[in-house]
């Protein structure tokens, strides 16, 4: 199992360094969950990098690697749902334990009634060792696009209190969700925007931003960066870079 995971992690590497860009986990903006469903049947492949900006004080860059799979699972319009797996490597003792589950329940915007928002209820980094990588965060979104503006998201999460930690070592399980993301249509339908915000002062804690570029309607990449609420839980801030490849 081990010499298969660190297969699939060079490969990782490999191809989003290549193409210099990388995304998996559920189907998110730059850092947290969206609205966003993958359609039944649909396989999605997402290999993001998390590439430390510098060392932290200790002179180490524990980079981040994810390897992920995720798969629509229901056959309706109104109703979508997907469930998916990452193999993630960070550097740390939980790198014996890389892998982590993640779902996803949701309507589109416009289905409930003519003008309504998306909705999405879902779960992420269910990890599979207890007390090292159970971070089992659940959360609810609704997001709803505006004329020019883009469409605007805003949700809530909660996660393990055990894991989930200010530099204090307190609870700090629990924060807001919001984003901001748009196509970019002015210069090029395939181009696309995205600000996010997941709060806490935890390991998840973090204010992201990038661009996509769509090179074919089943393939695209994502070049963003992420300012970590607290550099002492979630270590240095990252570049990141994400592909994403739908079959």
Not at 55 to 70: C, F, I, K, Q, S
Not at 225 to 238: C, H, I, M, R
Request: net charge negative; with cysteine; glycine share 10%.
């Amino acid at each position: 199992m081990k010499k298969l995971v660190n297969v699939c992690l060079l490969i990782a590497m490999l191809v989003g360094l290549s193409a210099t860009v990388a995304l998996a986990t559920p189907s998110t903006q730059i850092w947290i969950p969206s609205t966003d469903i993958q359609g039944f049947k649909t396989l999605h492949l997402g290999i993001d990098n998390y590439l430390r900006s510098r060392e932290d004080d200790g002179g180490n860059r524990p980079h981040v690697y994810d390897l992920g799979l995720t798969t629509g699972i229901l056959p309706f319009d109104k109703i979508q749902a997907e469930a998916g797996f990452d193999l993630i490597t960070n550097g740390s003792s939980a790198d014996d334990y890389p892998l982590y589950f993640n779902a996803k329940l949701g309507t589109p915007e416009g289905t409930l009634f003519g003008a309504s928002p998306a909705l999405a209820v879902g779960g992420f980094a269910f990890g599979t060792e207890k007390d090292l990588t159970d971070y089992n965060i659940v959360y609810g979104l609704v997001a709803k696009t505006l004329p020019i503006i883009g469409r605007i998201s805003a949700g809530y999460y909660v996660g393990n209190e055990d894991l989930l930690l200010d530099a204090n070592g307190e609870k700090d399980n629990d924060g807001i969700l919001l984003s901001w993301d748009r196509t970019l249509s002015e210069i090029s339908e395939k181009l696309w925007a995205a600000v996010d915000y997941q709060g806490g002062d935890n390991s998840f804690g973090a204010l992201s931003f990038g661009l996509s570029y769509a090179f074919a309607p089943n393939v695209s990449v994502i070049l963003g960066y992420d300012f970590y609420n607290e550099n002492a839980t979630a270590g240095e801030d990252t570049f990141t870079t994400q592909l994403d490849i739908n079959f």
